[in-house]
């Protein structure tokens, strides 16, 4: 019998894995109202709390009185606009780059930057827990995919040498892991890819305006920023726009704008996006920058701290990224409903996203949270974990 789209939801939905979105009304704050309950969000990736900062509004009205809503094309037609060109220098100022690339998302930029690199005969070394994009862009390239355990520095120099090539090489790792809050081992991914003649690239989404000096990401803040040769970042999260970007050599940039198919196939980002993220680089850059970092900081040690003390097992780390390992999918979605009624959302994370057995709460902070929030939201979780006997 054939499969039918009702069989194959029963199916997911038997599993624990049916998905639904959540009403978020109003703006994307620290407080918010979803599915209409005021909640604590404790699941957005708006680290700085950009999403609704004036600086970056007030750019985004601008730019639409005086350039209209729609860049009305790809960026190789008549797509590319004054507002596209001074993001991409502003990027390569602040990453201190030779050169910069903006994408429509963070997904649409590894999905073509990697087929533009590589195709059949290239191999790419991939983290076995990097983030689901990036394993589209490897698929997509038709290039060899050789899987590393995650940051696993010695299995990988095993790897490249069993798995030689007379085509190019890759190394490609996420910055700052998205489910686990952990960093990727970049000053020795740098070693080897230097000792190799391969390429490395960065998926520093959720390290862009948050790790290093004025914000410019994992590999600075491990002293390797000259190192990696392909720095991908969003705007989407911290930097409380939307779209992404590469920061790369001048070469590599030529070749992406005649390689790279999600570029070349897309109309460009829209006016009042393209000035957002404008004011939002500028914005990271700036003494106000430095004192949100430093806030999402304490938070995050504070909220690390308290969950660690109550007796929750979390992993190594110092990122604004904490999860609290779960276990099933059924558990994880329940521990999620409960905190919902108690006005704190943290969702739910379960396969694919994760690997079967390690579905979880994924907490993420932001530099606009009050200590107040940080202590109520500690202790409503370790209320419910008590009451579900996780603790």
């Given at each position: 019998?054939?499969?039918?789209?009702?069989?194959?939801?029963?199916?997911?939905?038997?599993?624990?894995?049916?998905?639904?979105?959540?009403?978020?009304?109003?703006?994307?704050?620290?407080?918010?109202?979803?599915?209409?309950?005021?909640?604590?969000?404790?699941?957005?990736?708006?680290?700085?709390?950009?999403?609704?900062?004036?600086?970056?509004?007030?750019?985004?009205?601008?730019?639409?009185?005086?350039?209209?809503?729609?860049?009305?094309?790809?960026?190789?037609?008549?797509?590319?606009?004054?507002?596209?060109?001074?993001?991409?220098?502003?990027?390569?100022?602040?990453?201190?780059?030779?050169?910069?690339?903006?994408?429509?998302?963070?997904?649409?930029?590894?999905?073509?930057?990697?087929?533009?690199?590589?195709?059949?005969?290239?191999?790419?070394?991939?983290?076995?827990?990097?983030?689901?994009?990036?394993?589209?862009?490897?698929?997509?390239?038709?290039?060899?995919?050789?899987?590393?355990?995650h940051n696993d520095i010695v299995r990988l120099a095993r790897l490249m040498e069993q798995h030689q090539t007379s085509g190019r090489v890759l190394i490609v790792s996420d910055g700052v892991f998205s489910m686990?809050?952990?960093?990727?081992?970049?000053?020795?991914?740098?070693?080897?890819?230097?000792?190799?003649?391969?390429?490395?690239?960065?998926?520093?989404?959720?390290?862009?305006?948050?790790?290093?000096?004025?914000?410019?990401?994992?590999?600075?803040?491990?002293?390797?920023?000259?190192?990696?040769?392909?720095?991908?970042?969003?705007?989407?999260?911290?930097?409380?726009?939307?779209?992404?970007?590469?920061?790369?050599?001048?070469?590599?940039?030529?070749?992406?704008?005649?390689?790279?198919?999600s570029f070349i196939f897309s109309t460009s980002l829209p006016p009042a996006v393209l000035a957002a993220s404008l004011a939002a680089v500028e914005l990271v850059q700036s003494p106000e920058g430095d004192q949100?970092?430093?806030?999402?900081?304490?938070?995050?040690?504070?909220?690390?701290?308290?969950?660690?003390?109550?007796?929750?097992?979390?992993?190594?780390?110092?990122?604004?990224?904490?999860?609290?390992?779960?276990?099933?999918?059924?558990?994880?979605?329940?521990?999620?409903?409960?905190?919902?009624?108690?006005?704190?959302?943290?969702?739910?994370?379960?396969?694919?996203?994760?690997?079967?057995?390690?579905?979880?709460?994924?907490?993420?902070?932001?530099?606009?949270?009050?200590?107040?929030?940080?202590?109520?939201?500690?202790?409503?979780?370790?209320?419910?974990?008590?009451?579900?006997?996780?603790?």
């Open positions: 019998m054939a499969r039918t789209i009702e069989n194959e939801l029963a199916e997911i939905e038997s599993r624990g894995l049916l998905r639904r979105t959540r009403l978020i009304e109003g703006r994307q704050g620290t407080h918010v109202n979803c599915d209409g309950r005021e909640v604590l969000l404790l699941c957005s990736n708006n680290y700085l709390g950009l999403a609704d900062h004036p600086a970056l509004a007030t750019a985004a009205t601008a730019a639409i009185r005086e350039y209209g809503t729609s860049s009305g094309a790809s960026r190789l037609v008549s797509g590319t606009m004054a507002l596209h060109e001074q993001l991409e220098q502003a990027v390569a100022r602040w990453k201190q780059s030779e050169a910069a690339l903006i994408f429509n998302s963070g997904h649409a930029a590894n999905t073509g930057i990697i087929p533009a690199l590589v195709g059949r005969g290239d191999v790419v070394f991939s983290d076995r827990l990097n983030h689901a994009s990036i394993i589209d862009g490897i698929l997509l390239s038709g290039a060899r995919l050789v899987r590393y355990p686990d809050g952990d960093l990727a081992p970049l000053p020795g991914l740098v070693e080897l890819a230097r000792s190799a003649g391969a390429l490395l690239m960065v998926d520093d989404a959720h390290g862009s305006a948050v790790m290093g000096e004025q914000g410019r990401g994992s590999a600075e803040f491990l002293g390797v920023r000259d190192g990696v040769d392909i720095q991908m970042g969003t705007f989407g999260k911290a930097l409380g726009s939307f779209g992404a970007y590469a920061a790369v050599s001048e070469q590599l940039r030529r070749l992406l704008v005649n390689r790279c198919r949100l970092r430093q806030r999402l900081a304490t938070n995050s040690a504070a909220f690390r701290r308290n969950l660690a003390a109550a007796g929750f097992v979390i992993p190594d780390g110092s990122t604004h990224i904490v999860p609290i390992v779960l276990g099933s999918a059924g558990g994880t979605m329940g521990f999620c409903e409960e905190l919902l009624t108690e006005g704190i959302f943290a969702q739910g994370i379960r396969p694919p996203t994760v690997p079967e057995g390690t579905s979880r709460l994924r907490f993420t902070l932001m530099a606009t949270m009050a200590d107040a929030d940080i202590a109520d939201a500690t202790a409503c979780i370790c209320q419910v974990g008590r009451r579900r006997g996780v603790l």
